[in-house]
């Protein structure tokens, strides 16, 4: 098979068949994106760190196969990058923080090793806030990744790296991580598709985590299709992650062309006025069209009230911060990264805690520790029952809505919920600069599905007056990504916007 596209705008079954068939090779399509990221990187700092030479090892390696081999693996030849949050053997894992700076971890995350396993070419590692904390990838310790769309503006975050990667075509798939959106939103942001599974689906095993309770590991790619195609690789139980789950993974992409016809999608409008920031009327604009796209194709629109997610934000920056002050405390210059010695800070006496000090001084940036001293906040004594203890409480209350509108008989459930991914289009770097509240109060859209846990998909949705993507995102019941892929991709099939790419700088 081959395909008068460019190489660079293959999908991977375009890779993949034609690596099989022999018209292209491994090493070819490895080149054709390295040349690319080397071409436009400097602009967009999408990357941490670029494998050149593994890369095209590995590439060479692929090439050699039997044809026998070649044809099980389902990612043969596929290039792909991954968060600078994931462990991947001996490459750089640095968090985008001082505090890893030349951090090299001694094993592959499971979801690095059954990717490898399925044939693909890991080719770099993607910016991304600091310990994924922040919605603009501006808390990098490595500089700010631009949007491809407009580089005055953010790619979103916290895997901003990765959406800008897979929006400027340095890779077909990024691997991202999402904690209260952070897939969903910099996808919405780029024009990518973005995949946050249910909690549990994903092995969490080599994740560097922020909040181990949110934390879900999931694919940003230009399709649904491929989306599918990857979260077959990523799902599954680990026995090296107690908190996934032993459920059957389900074939995804044979049921991407299923009829949605009778689909009760729920549509909760009444958030919209009640939530604490305002929603831009293209979102809007965006989301009631892409309805009209699903009656259209025979779904079912059913007006519902989630009470409780207008709180999400709140509930979500006190259990967020609170868990990632207790996995962050492992950054002590003993175990991994940085150790600043005396001559480093004015704090130059010679005793333990001192050295705690002056390395977490030096090694975490301010919107790390801001959170941590939130969290520390939030669960010390006298304060936990206000605080984290209510928080769980909302966050149950916020699960229940979910269960509430997703239960019942078919007359009242729904299968679905939709809502924009976000109140804006991607906004202008700097622009909360001095204002984190405000940032904050744009995950209105994506928190909940990491308090209940549930599966939530972004898609491109549209562009704004001034051509900007916009997102819509898809919730469903736990554990049915394989509904929520066929939902977005016959959406996808019926509209033109996940072929939009933006004009690339050199
Ligand atoms: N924007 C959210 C935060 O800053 C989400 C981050 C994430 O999903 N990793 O916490």
Redesign the pocket.
Known sequence: MSTSKSVLDWNILNIRDNIRSGDISAVEVCQARLDHIANHDHIYNAMTAVFQDEALEQAVAIDQLPSSQKSDRLLLGVPITIKDVICSRGQKTTAASRILKNFRPPYDATVVAHLKQAGAIIIGKTN??E?????STEHSAYGTTKNPWDTERSPG???GGAAAAVAAQFAPVSIG???????R?PAAFCGVVGLKPTYGRVSRYGLLA??SS??QIGPLTNSVEDAALILQVLAGVDPADATSVAQPVPDYRATLKNDIRGTRIGVPRTMFDHADTSIDRDIIRAYDAALDIFTSAGAELVDITLPHATHAVPT??LI??AEASSNLARYDGVRYGLRASPNETANTENNLTAMYDRTRHRGFGS?VKR?IMLGTYALSAGYYDAYYGKAQQVRSLIRLDYDNVFAGDKNTAVDVVAMPTTPTAAFKLGEYAEDPLT??L??IF??SA?LTGLPAISIPAGLTNSQLPIGLQLTGRAFNEDFLLNLAHIYEQATPWHDSRPMLKT
Do not use: K, L
Not at 131 to 135: D, K, L, R, T, V
């Open positions: 991304c806030d310990f994924a904390m922040g919605s975050g916290s895997s991580t999402d904690t209260g959106g952070s897939i939103q922020f909040a949110f934390d979500y920056y967020a911060p919107e959170r940032m904050y744009g995950d994506t928190v990491n």
